[in-house]
């Protein structure tokens, strides 16, 4: 399916007529459209002073025919008093939370997990 691009003055360019390689741009965006997948986490977190904690912020599901990329960080409040590391323990997504600020803090903090088609896992592609 063609894909049209907009330009800075209105105007617009139809995919169909850009190649790469030889290959057309509108055939390059639809095989990218599917590669990736998100599951987005969201939980609240209570730490006390200079503190850890981990949280189970929920089960990952897998979609057929995709591998789990990994994890990236949407939002973690307090970024500047604490850190925050995203990892899969198990069926489940966990965040480990490092307090470094003295006094009790709480927040919500999520995240994303990105599936990837399991065809190009592991793969170098080129256009």
Do not use: H
Not at 32 to 55: A, M, P, W
Not at 66 to 92: K, P
Not at 115 to 123: D, G, L, P
């Amino acid at each position: 399916m063609a894909k049209s691009i907009k330009l800075k003055d209105e105007n617009y360019i139809d995919s169909t007529g850009i190649t790469y390689n030889r290959k057309k741009l509108n055939i390059i965006i639809d095989s990218l459209s599917d590669i990736l997948k998100f599951q987005y986490f969201q939980k609240e977190v209570i730490i006390g002073g200079n503190g850890n904690t981990s949280v189970q912020m929920g089960a990952i599901n897998i979609p057929t025919g995709y591998s789990l990329l990994g994890f990236v960080a949407q939002a973690n409040g307090f970024s500047d008093q604490w850190i925050i590391t995203y990892s899969q323990y198990g069926a489940n997504c966990v965040a480990y939370v490092k307090s470094y600020y003295p006094g009790d803090l709480t927040n919500t903090i999520s995240c994303y997990a990105i599936y990837v088609k399991t065809s190009y896992y592991n793969n170098n592609y080129t256009y």
